[in-house]
């Protein structure tokens, strides 16, 4: 997973999941960082700051969506199914932002 983009899978029996794709010299990792992907967020009227909206288009995914960044965790790689889309750079600018705000960085 070398890409620099947000990589979107669906693993069987969960919701979408967003992976963050880096080279590594030994290989890749036994875990990934995930943020969830749903088609709703609770808080969404209030436009928090770790929310990203993503269009159907963006996500290439027949639903509009939103990003998690408050809910960042690890997955098993051997576990993400085939890739399902790649999130475009504007949108990924739009969460690394918000990965900073969570991040407190």
């Known amino acids: 997973m070398g890409d620099s983009g947000l990589s979107l899978h669906l693993p069987r029996g969960l919701q979408p999941l967003g992976s963050r794709g880096t080279d590594f010299a030994h290989g890749p990792p036994s875990r990934t960082?995930?943020?969830?992907?749903?088609t709703r967020?609770?808080?969404?009227?209030?436009?928090?700051p770790y929310l990203v909206h993503a269009s159907a288009r963006d996500l290439q995914l027949s639903w509009d969506g939103w990003i998690h960044a408050d809910q960042v965790f690890t997955f098993p790689t051997a576990?993400?199914?085939e890739r399902i889309g790649l999130l475009p750079g504007r949108k990924m600018a739009e969460l690394d932002q918000a990965l900073r705000f969570e991040l407190d960085v």
């Open 33 to 38: 960082l995930v943020v969830p992907i749903t």
């Open 41 to 48: 967020a609770a808080s969404a009227h209030l436009e928090p």
């Open 79 to 81: 576990e993400l199914d």
